[in-house]
Nanobody, 115 residues
Framework: QVQLVESGGGLVQAGGSLRLSCAAS????????MAWYRQPPGKQREWVAT???????NYVDSVKGRFTISRDNAKNTVYLQMNSVKPEDTALYYC?????????WGQGTQVTVSS
């Protein structure tokens, strides 16, 4: 069983920065990718960024140039560095881990950006 625990969310002013972390524990086999998703208030969950096993990264257009996804393999942790945040970045941010066998989600961490 794999568990994902997010941390680092909070209240930040527009233009500020925040760093989210997601620590994975358990038996992780055939890791394919780790990703961040978010769900703004009253909206559906949306994909934000992905980092593959080969460390290839991809981002939704709205965060390109502002957010950076990275990971520490030794710690089984993935990060999302959020810079120049905007009020529209306000959402519940979820960590996702995808293997060849399954798809895992964390419980989410709230990010609120004030204008």
């Amino acid at each position: 069983q794999v568990q994902l625990v997010e941390s680092g969310g909070g209240l930040v002013q527009a233009g500020g920065s925040l760093r989210l972390s997601c620590a994975a524990s358990g038996s992780i086999r055939s890791l394919n990718s780790m990703a961040w998703y978010r769900q703004p208030p009253g909206k559906q969950r949306e994909w934000v960024a992905t980092i593959t096993r080969a460390d290839t990264t991809n981002y939704v257009d709205s965060v390109k140039g502002r957010f950076t996804i990275s990971r520490d393999n030794a710690k089984n942790t993935v990060y999302l560095q959020m810079n120049s945040v905007k009020p529209e970045d306000t959402a519940l941010y979820y960590c996702n881990l995808r293997t060849s066998f399954s798809n895992y989600w964390g419980q989410g961490t709230q990010v609120t950006v004030s204008s």
